[in-house]
């Protein structure tokens, strides 16, 4: 079982940034890829980014690649996402989750466990 506990969201103008971190707990956090994904009101929940369990391997969505990155320290069982850039789109609920391996997927249903999520408010 593993514990995740997102942080760092907020409201910010656009063009600002934001750096969102996501804690986790429980069994060893190196087993485990890890994604962002977001939620906007009315929308589904659409893939951020990933990386691998060793963070040797990342990949991020066309909307977000250039302004997002996704990081992670094993020794801190900890994985970030530092947004740039900001745009009103990007106003959503932000959720971290874990999947058991190294591999990353793009596709929520294939992560095993999920934090309580942290909202994101951007303004024009």
């Known amino acids: 079982q593993v514990q995740l506990g997102e942080s760092g969201g907020g409201s910010v103008q656009a063009g600002g940034s934001l750096r969102l971190s996501c804690a986790a707990s429980g069994r060893t956090f190196s087993g485990y890829a890890m994604g962002w994904f977001r939620q906007a009101p009315g929308k589904e929940r659409e893939f951020v980014a990933a990386i691998s369990w060793s963070g040797g391997v990342i990949n991020a969505a066309d909307s977000v690649k250039g302004r997002f990155t996704i990081s992670r320290d094993n020794a801190k069982s900890t994985v970030y996402l530092q947004m740039n850039s900001l745009k009103p789109e990007d106003t959503a609920v932000y959720y971290c989750?874990?999947?058991?391996?190294?591999?990353?997927?793009?596709?929520?249903?294939?992560?095993?466990?999920w934090g309580q999520g942290t909202q994101v408010t951007v303004s024009s």
């Open positions: 989750a874990a999947r058991r391996g190294s591999v990353f997927r793009r596709n929520a249903y294939e992560y095993d466990y």
